[in-house]
């Protein structure tokens, strides 16, 4: 079992930057892949970025390159998503996710076997 606790969403101008955190617990982070996803209201869950357990490589939807950037800390077993040049668009729900195995399929949701609760991002313009 892996629990996962999101925390750093809030209320932002656009253009400003937030950090979001997601904490793991039960087993070691350095054991899977990790991953951030997003729910907007009346949209469905998509992809935002992931991170793999070993290299650490990353992979980022084309809608946050070069504008998010995630990372991991094993030692803290913490995973974290730097938000910059927020947008409106950005407003959503934020729920970051385990995925162990293959590194084919991080951007698809069924990859994940453990998700947190979410965090809220609203971007205000």
């Known amino acids: 079992q892996v629990q996962l606790v999101e925390s750093g969403g809030g209320l932002v101008q656009a253009g400003g930057s937030l950090r979001l955190s997601c904490a793991a617990s039960?087993?070691?982070?350095?054991?899977?892949?990790m991953g951030w996803f997003r729910q907007a209201p009346g949209k469905e869950r998509e992809f935002v970025a992931a991170i793999t357990s070993g290299s650490g490589r990353t992979l980022n939807a084309d809608s946050v390159k070069g504008r998010f950037t995630i990372s991991r800390d094993n030692a803290l077993n913490t995973m974290y998503l730097q938000m910059n040049s927020l947008k409106p668009e950005d407003t959503a729900d934020y729920y970051c996710?385990?995925?162990?195995?293959?590194?084919?399929?991080?951007?698809?949701?069924?990859?994940?076997?453990?998700w947190g609760q979410g965090t809220h991002v609203t971007v205000s313009s």
């Open positions: 039960g087993r070691p982070a350095s054991n899977y892949h």
């Open positions: 996710a385990a995925a162990f195995g293959s590194t084919a399929y991080l951007s698809r949701q069924f990859a994940y076997t453990y």
